[in-house]
């Protein structure tokens, strides 16, 4: 992979010619947290940014959107919000997070929704140093070496800057004059400083093998009732995560009854009604079987499939929970370590 | 207006949630509560073409209320037409019923893996339903006639709790009167005392069973889910296998293509990796009934 480098003083510089290829998104401030919003103002940007309210899903399976429009019993797909876009300081974890969205909606059947979205999309990532609520290098998805566009690496006053794809070797040449292609030996041994730097900030570490196996022998676990007794159900924890991609589909008629649009928008294991049949039946009625899905999911399912966790330690279940269920309690607590929920 | 160049009209879209253009060509009802749809794709060559296994399913999608997903009830030896036999159980349904002869309504599909045919033939069958249940069984059940000579011996059973709510009943008659199957109907009550076939539940048909090479056999069963435990319980005894024990399970969806998540159980999603399950990977997975 090729590798460049950017001096700091000229990231504006070059956050302003990534326009030209579309909208420009990073993250900012919003309240005392951060969330991805439109940079009109490339200064704006938050570098110090570690985690968003919500994660990058947002741009490719958004919150709601439409599907089709219908005029009687004719249907219209919409590519409405589908435009050229450029998310500037996804953190690794995130994606990772992407990645598995890649599996999921891009390889049986396709999701034309997610992949137009995808396609028009630049992807690139910004190195990051830990807090006490990042746990990606237990589920490893603290680095990454593919995923994205251009990949900015921390490294004194400049950045080290990844091309991962043929669409970021364009977006350099939008402003090569700004990158030095001479990387010395000098540069290297910062690159290794700085990754042990990173390696050593983690608070929180878990060996995930066997997973799968502890969980299904904790299938019948107090645990999860307990957990249940606590959980209000609402939801956040789906809303926060990176890779939860459930979704409900609703059609919504004008005021004629003669067209309307049919609507996508996301839905979490969490609710009540997720499992709820017509004629009543409901297959995931008690709380505690909806966690145990939700946890199935991330630490048991995914690995069993893919060889990975669902979960890539972003640590937003952590930050948003309002009653402190989230993957690392519930990490804890299968493994019969003492926890705080 | 809609922008004509933009519709699918019949032929399948690259959209995996375009629906089809289908057409009621008939329908009629079973019982009090059950209707028995037959569509076909706008255009022909479609319809004729439009394959798909027993046991799979396909999503029904009516503009302004919505889609679910539907067993198929007809067999792909009949091509032309797709049936369906659809109990008014809730809003998409509700809906459905008011749909008149000759209405377009929106199918896509199929989905879902269906039964086992390749491992299925050669074998000996034992077909057990109750109620609604015939719907995805009905599908097994006639391709099997249809290809009689490729199967073993065939046994159906078909319970329901009256004579009136028995679903396909004049159907089932005249397969009864076959030779090339032993069938055999039952009904819990019978308020009209006109009943001429077997009285009680489903489970008491299992002595009829004569000559059946149990490691051999595939039994399917769907049904209402009290009837699982003692049907699987019969099949277990006459010494099927678990993995030739087949079900076929409902569960909320909304894309058919594991997506949209509502169908998960561990690792599996009932709508690519069901609907059709053995009763092994009913106990090997847990929550899947």
């Known amino acids: 992979m090729k590798a460049l480098k950017l001096k700091k003083e000229d990231l504006y510089a070059y956050l302003e010619s990534l326009k030209s290829y579309g909208e420009l998104w990073g993250p900012v401030p919003r309240g005392e947290r951060y969330v991805y919003a439109r940079l009109t103002n490339v200064r704006e940007v938050a570098l110090q940014a570690l985690r968003t309210i919500l994660p990058p899903k947002k741009f490719f399976v958004p919150p709601r959107f439409n599907m089709f429009r219908y005029s009687e019993d004719r249907y219209t797909e919409v590519f409405d919000d589908v435009k050229p876009r450029v998310l500037f300081g996804l953190h690794p974890c995130d994606i990772h997070g992407l990645m598995i969205l890649d599996e999921l909606f891009l390889e049986r059947f396709p999701d034309p929704y997610y992949r137009k979205r995808r396609e028009a999309t630049a992807i690139i990532g910004l190195s990051c140093i830990p807090d006490d609520k990042c746990m990606a290098r237990s589920t490893n998805t603290h680095a990454v070496e593919g995923g994205f566009d251009l990949a900015f690496n921390e490294l004194g006053d400049e950045y080290l800057v990844w091309v991962g794809s043929s669409l970021g070797d364009d977006l350099v040449r939008l402003n090569l004059d700004l990158f030095n292609e001479e990387i010395d030996a000098q540069d290297l041994q910062k690159y290794l400083e700085w990754r042990r730097k990173r390696d050593s900030r983690y608070k929180l570490n878990f060996d995930l093998t066997g997973m799968p196996d502890i969980m299904e022998l904790s299938w019948d676990s107090d645990l999860w009732q307990e957990l249940a007794d606590k959980c209000l159900a609402c939801g956040a924890c789906s809303m926060v995560c990176p890779t939860c991609n459930c979704y409900n589909i609703r059609d919504v008629s004008d005021l004629s009854l003669e067209s309307g649009v049919r609507e996508r928008h996301w839905d979490s294991c969490m609710n009540k009604e997720y499992a709820l049949v017509a004629g009543g039946h409901n297959f995931r009625e008690a709380r505690a079987e909806r966690l145990k899905l939700y946890y199935t999911h991330k630490l048991k399912a995914f690995i069993t499939e893919y060889g990975k966790p669902s979960c890539v330690g972003c640590g937003r279940c952590i930050d948003t929970c309002p009653v402190n269920i989230n993957v690392a309690e519930v990490i804890r607590a299968l493994k019969g370590q003492e926890v705080k929920v | 207006m809609t922008d004509n160049s933009q519709i699918a009209a019949s032929a399948p879209s ?23 749809f037959q569509v076909r794709p706008v ?18 999608s009516l503009a302004g209320v919505g889609e679910a997903p539907f067993s198929i009830s007809s067999t792909p030896s009949r091509p032309g037409m797709l049936e369906f036999c659809i109990r008014k159980v809730g809003r998409l349904t ?8 000759n209405s377009i309504i929106g199918v896509r599909g199929p989905y879902g893996n269906g039964f086992p045919l390749e491992k299925m033939i050669g074998k000996d069958i034992l077909i057990v339903v109750g109620g ?3 719907a995805p069984l009905r599908s097994l059940l006639l391709y099997i006639l249809d290809n009689r000579d490729k199967f073993g011996k065939f046994y159906v059973l078909h319970g329901a709790r009256t004579p009136a709510e028995m ?3 004049k159907e089932f008659f005249e397969i009864k009167e076959r030779d090339d199957l032993e069938c055999f109907l039952t009904v819990d009550n019978d308020p ?14 299992f002595p009829k069973i004569k000559e059946l090479d149990p490691g051999n056999t595939f039994a399917t069963i769907c049904g209402p889910p009290v009837m699982y435990k003692f049907v699987v319980a019969e099949f277990l005894k006459l010494g099927i296998p678990k993995h030739q024990i087949l079900m076929t399970l409902e569960r909320r969806m909304h894309c058919g293509i594991g997506k949209c998540g509502h ?15 053995s009763y092994w990977d009913v106990l090997h997975m847990k929550d899947l009934i």
């Open chain 2, 14 to 36: 690259a959209n995996p949630f375009m629906p089809e253009q289908m057409r009621i060509v008939r329908r009629s009802d079973l019982t009090s509560d059950v209707r028995f």
């Open chain 2, 43 to 60: 255009d022909m060559e479609r319809a004729l073409s439009l394959d798909y296994k027993p046991g799979q399913f396909m999503m029904v």
């Open chain 2, 94 to 101: 509700g809906e459905l019923f008011k749909y008149k002869e």
């Open chain 2, 132 to 134: 609604l249940g015939v």
């Open chain 2, 167 to 169: 679903l396909f009943r």
């Open chain 2, 192 to 205: 009209t005392s006109q009943w001429p076939f077997n009285k009680g539940v489903v489970t008491d048909l």
């Open chain 2, 263 to 277: 169908c998960a159980i561990g690792s599996i999603y009932t709508c690519l990796d069901g609907p059709v399950f």
